[in-house]
Each structure stands twice: as C-alpha cells, then as structure tokens.
C-alpha cells in the first residue's frame, strides 16, 4: 500500500508561485519506481492531467501548463513536487497527487489552489 500526502496550496494573485509538495509512504521499494503525477479538478471540471515524471525522470505536461510548471522528485525523500509560475486564474482547482504502478493508481487528498486577485 502507498498512502500520498499533498501540502503547499493556497490562495495566490495572478503572476504569483505555489509549490506543491507531495509525500509518498508506504511500499517505499514500490514508490521508486512510480510514475508520479499532479492531476487537478475544477468546479464542474472533470479531473486533467497537469503533468507526470517517470522514476527515471522523464516529465511531461499538458499544454495549458507548459513552460510555468515544473514537475520534480526526490527519490531519497520520496517526495514529488510541482513549481506552479505564473499564475492565472483558470489554474484554479484542487490539485491531487498521483502514484501509478503495475495498472493501479494511488491519489492523494488533494489540496485547494485559488488563483484570485
């Protein structure tokens, strides 16, 4: 089992920065080897991909957030993180972790990011 924990969201203006910070526990052999992942949800949105990075780090992101979020991990601290720049206010959404391994999908609880002047 891999239990994920989001933190870092909040309220923001326009042009401004969030990092999003996810931590991994758990199956700790399994969670190396995860494609890590942020997915965010807007009211009355479906659920999108915002981006992914594989265990060996190959990232990828949608194109509505290219060029001003960064995905990264740490593998040591079993941590992943996404460096939200720029801000606009169609960001807005809670954003949620995700670990996917073997055909099965971990999430975390997901945490509120308001972008709002």
């Known amino acids: 089992q891999v239990q994920l924990v989001e933190s870092g969201g909040g309220l923001v203006q326009p042009g401004g920065s969030l990092r999003l910070s996810c931590a991994a526990s758990?199956?700790?052999?399994?969670?190396?080897?995860?494609?890590m992942g942020w997915y965010r949800q807007a009211p009355e949105k479906e659920r999108e991909l915002v981006a992914t990075i594989t265990s060996g780090g190959t990232t990828n992101y949608a194109d509505s957030v290219k060029g001003r979020f960064t995905i990264s991990r740490d593998n040591a601290k079993n941590t992943e993180y996404l460096q939200m720049n720029s801000l606009k206010p169609e960001d807005t959404a809670v954003y949620y972790c995700?670990?996917?391994?073997?055909?099965?999908?971990?999430w975390g609880q997901g945490t509120q990011v308001t972008v709002s002047s």
């Open positions: 758990g199956s700790i052999f399994s969670i190396k080897l995860m494609t």
């Open positions: 995700n670990g996917y391994i073997d055909g099965r999908h971990y």
